[in-house]
């Protein structure tokens, strides 16, 4: 079974965006307590990383560690682990709430931007990368950027995030890291 009701979210996108192919190398950001790491290992990506802040018990066909992507040291660490840049990032990190929606939703895009300025740092070119955002999008500017460094942008709401929720996922495909250097 998987560990979380949150793997079957990662089961739609992928059945919809076919994103993990088999042989890929796999980042999962906010991986406890590993359902999603579970369903890449399960969907044949070849080496998977998840992190979190939190422990995560061991997931048979991948790594796991316990820290903060926004630890300078983590770049490398995971391309080290890889052994070589990742094909595929996927964040499903949210940040704790504070019951206050403005903030939790400005906090929420605070996350995704730093997830895809990792990203940006670890992905091999032609890669993808998924995060949670919230409804109405993501931030403009982080759009933009995503447009400019990917060769498409999507956004897309599982059948398996609750409909009350204004949980959303952007879905971008196809790194260049090209057209970033010269939009920076
Ligand atoms: N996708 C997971 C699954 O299927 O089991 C569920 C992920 S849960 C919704 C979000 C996670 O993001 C939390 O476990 C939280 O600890 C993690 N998180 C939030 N900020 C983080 C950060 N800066 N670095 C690593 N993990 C973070």
Same mark, same amino acid.
């Given at each position: ?9 990662? +089961? ?33 990506? %070849? ?17 796991? +560690? ?10 490398? $660490? ?12 996927? %964040? ?8 206050? *929606? ?6 929420? +895009?605070?996350?995704?931007?730093? *997830? ?5 740092? +670890? ?33 897309? $709401?599982?059948?398996? %995030?609750?409909?009350?929720? %204004? ?18």
């Amino acid at each position: 079974g998987w560990r979380s009701r949150a793997a079957f979210k990662l +089961i739609e996108l992928d059945d919809r965006f076919h994103l993990i192919q088999p042989g890929m190398r796999v980042v999962d950001l906010g991986a406890a307590p590993g359902g999603w790491t579970q369903v890449i290992v399960k969907r044949g990506a %070849s080496r998977v990383v998840g992190l979190d802040l939190l422990p995560v018990d061991p997931v048979a066909g991948a790594d796991v +560690i316990e820290g903060d992507f926004t630890d300078p040291e983590m770049p490398e $660490k995971l391309i080290s682990l890889l052994d070589g840049k990742a094909d595929l990032v996927l %964040s499903d990190m949210a940040p704790n709430t504070t019951g206050h *929606a403005p903030t939790d939703h400005m906090r929420i +895009i605070g996350l995704a931007e730093e *997830a895809l300025h990792f990203a940006f740092e +670890i992905l091999a070119e032609g890669g993808g990368f998924v995060a949670k955002v919230f409804q109405g999008g993501s931030e403009k500017a982080m759009l933009e950027t995503m447009k400019q460094a990917f060769t498409l942008v999507r956004h897309a $709401k599982p059948p398996a %995030s609750r409909k009350d929720s %204004s949980e959303l996922y952007v879905v971008a495909t196809g790194f260049r890291p090209d057209r970033l250097k010269q939009a920076q």
